[in-house]
T-cell receptor, first 115, second 114 residues
Framework: AQSVTQLDSHVSVSEGTPVLLRCNYS??????LFWYVQHPNKGLQLLLK??????LVKGINGFEAEFKKSETSFHLTKPSAHMSDAAEYFC?????????????FGRGTSLIVHP | NAGVTQTPKFQVLKTGQSMTLQCAQD?????MSWYRQDPGMGLRLIHY???????DQGEVPNGYNVSRSTTEDFPLRLLSAAPSQTSVYFC?????????????FGNGTRLTVT
């Protein structure tokens, strides 16, 4: 079985400071992991994905995430926050279990960026 | 290339009414799915399809019906609307029905049931 936990429901940062959004996962297999971003009144957009290649994954808009198997984590980071980064972020895990493609979504982290 | 298109954007229903939420994708994606998003709950899978003529239930299928007669379209039917179905509904598709294939989302339908 697979599961995912986003450790913070809200994260508040000042513009220009680093961003850290935390995600822990559980999986019986080698999982794929994704981060999606949702701006207000929009659908979700893929930021980046990990699929068993390099453990440090670079995404769009300067975001990156590191897959750490020993810690079962896939935290999302960005060196310098921009006002346009204010959005909801979802961590998603998916593996081969069950034979069907049913990814599991975290409950989301709301990123607030102060000027 | 429109991607995933959902209609309508907004809908208000009275309890007991039925309606169909439309979803179409022009990317020749094999996999399509419907989610509902409620505050603090993340996204929950309602139904999904791994190809034309094949559908299956997700986490919260009760009160909803789907069909997949073509690769492009995956409508979601509410049979008898209830206030508990007030939510934002998202359609998502993927190139393959595979665990490592990312999802492409529509912009959502905001449904209110009174």
């Amino acid at each position: 079985a697979q599961s995912v936990t986003q450790l913070d429901s809200h994260v508040s940062v000042s513009e220009g400071t680093p961003v850290l959004l935390r995600c822990n996962y559980s999986s019986s297999y080698s999982p794929s992991l994704f981060w999606y971003v949702q701006h207000p009144n929009k659908g979700l957009q893929l930021l980046l994905k990990y699929t068993s290649a390099a453990t440090l994954v670079k995404g769009i808009n300067g975001f990156e995430a590191e897959f750490k198997k020993s810690e079962t984590s896939f935290h999302l980071t960005k060196p310098s926050a921009h006002m346009s980064d204010a959005a909801e972020y979802f961590c998603v895990v998916s593996d081969r279990s069950g034979g069907s493609y049913i990814p599991t979504f975290g409950r989301g982290t709301s990123l607030i960026v102060h000027p | 290339n429109a991607g995933v298109t959902q209609t309508p954007k907004f809908q208000v229903l009275k309890t007991g009414q039925s309606m169909t939420l439309q979803c179409a994708q022009d990317m020749n994606h094999e996999y399509m799915s419907w989610y509902r998003q409620d505050p603090g709950m993340g996204l929950r899978l309602i139904h999904y399809s791994v190809g034309a003529g094949i559908t299956d239930q997700g986490e919260v299928p009760n009160g909803y019906n789907v069909s997949r007669s073509t690769t492009e379209d995956f409508p979601l039917r509410l049979l008898s609307a209830a206030p508990s179905q007030t939510s934002v509904y998202f359609c998502a598709s993927s190139y393959r029905a595979a665990y490592n294939s990312p999802l492409h989302f529509g912009n959502g339908t905001r449904l209110t049931v009174t």
